[in-house]
């Protein structure tokens, strides 16, 4: 899993990789720490070239979320694959995230 982040003006993007499993969360969550500290603007997650999110990955997003919620920010989830969409919907996670395709 590879995580590339870059920050235009007050949006903050983080480029999310390859498969958002179990063993790649937890570097995942260390490489997405700095967007903690943008969470008081706009977190873009950009997910097109996510093929997988694991229960472990879905924790990141709601933590950002809580993270962006409580400095008075937003998370944007772009980008999701039919099959990541579906899990989003099962989890409830399509009503909690702005979703921009």
Do not use: H, W
């Not at 903050?12 to 498969?19: D, E």
């Not at 996510?50 to 472990?56: E, G």
């Amino acid at each position: 899993m590879e995580v590339i982040i870059t920050t235009q003006d007050s949006v903050t993007t983080a480029r999310l990789i390859g498969r958002l499993d179990t063993p790649a969360a937890q570097e995942v969550s260390q490489a997405v720490e700095p967007l903690m500290a943008a969470a008081d603007g706009t977190i873009v997650l950009d997910c097109r070239e996510m093929t997988y999110i694991s229960s472990s990955g879905l924790r990141i997003f709601l933590t950002l979320k809580k993270a962006a919620a409580s400095k008075g920010g937003k998370v944007i989830v772009k980008g999701i694959s039919d099959n990541i969409r579906q899990v989003f919907m099962m989890t409830g996670f399509l009503n909690l995230f702005e979703i921009e395709d």
